[in-house]
T-cell receptor
Framework: NAGVTQTPKFRILKIGQSMTLQCAQD?????MYWYRQDPGMGLKLIYY???????DKGEVPNGYNVSRSTTEDFPLRLELAAPSQTSVYFC????????????FGQGTRLTVV | RKEVEQDPGPFNVPEGATVAFNCTYS??????FFWYRQDCRKEPKLLMS???SGNEDGRFTAQLNRASQYISLLIRDSKLSDSATYLC????????????FGTGTRLTVIP
């Protein structure tokens, strides 16, 4: 049981490039989340999903897109990367029908130069 | 108004000290409460759930006061390994986005 798996762990992007951060969970959780965490700051919610085919914006969605075609996968897409998107990105999942505890992936450290 | 508010600290305490963190939440529909621990450059991990009757796990004690809408975490006999950021988390089951995180309280235990 791997839990929540994020790839890649590290990435350097040039301004204007795009990339997809992958997130997969094997716990059959309906709820999934993407957060970003800037140095010394708290978690900010980017997007979340309550099930396959359903996504919604969080606090800081600009510059990002998501999709949820399966229960397991919740990729985050960055289009036209900007230095302001330099951050650590965490994916998480939870099961609202069971314990509402959130399980996190190990994070993706992204630098935009 | 933020759903969850915490004192960001930092709290710098000597080894062996007792330290307490508080967290307030704004939504009375909040149902479940947690403390998470986040080490530097790592993902948050569940430290303990917080129950209405209060609960203890070794040196850690969590309390919930629903009337005043605050949650506390008490750490006794602090160890160097307790140095981390402690996140207060609230679950509001009625909402689509049901988890709300505080910004965290940074603790440093000094030898």
């Amino acid at each position: 049981n791997a839990g929540v798996t994020q790839t890649p762990k590290f990435r350097i992007l040039k301004i204007g490039q795009s990339m997809t951060l992958q997130c997969a969970q094997d716990m059959n959780h309906n709820y999934m989340y993407w957060y970003r965490q800037d140095p010394g700051m708290g978690l900010k919610l980017i997007y979340y999903s309550v099930g396959a085919g359903i996504t919604d914006k969080g606090e800081v969605p600009n510059g990002y897109n998501v999709s949820r075609s399966t229960t397991e996968d919740f990729p985050l897409r960055l289009e036209l990367a900007a230095p302001s998107q330099t951050s650590v990105y965490f994916c998480a999942s939870s099961d609202p029908k069971g314990s509402p505890e959130a399980f996190f992936g190990q994070g993706t450290r992204l630098t935009v130069v | 108004r933020k759903e969850v508010e915490q004192d960001p600290g930092p709290f710098n305490v000597p080894e062996g000290a007792t330290v307490a963190f508080n967290c307030t939440y704004s939504n009375s529909a909040s149902q479940s409460f947690f403390w998470y621990r986040q080490d530097c450059r790592k993902e948050p991990k569940l430290l303990m759930s917080v129950y209405s009757s209060g609960n203890e796990d070794g040196r850690f004690t969590a309390q919930l006061n629903r009337a005043s809408q605050y949650i506390s975490l008490l750490i006794r006999d602090s160890k160097l390994s307790d140095s981390a950021t402690y996140l207060c988390v609230v679950n509001i089951p009625a909402g689509a986005n049901n988890l709300f995180f505080g910004t965290g309280t940074r603790l440093t235990v000094i030898p």
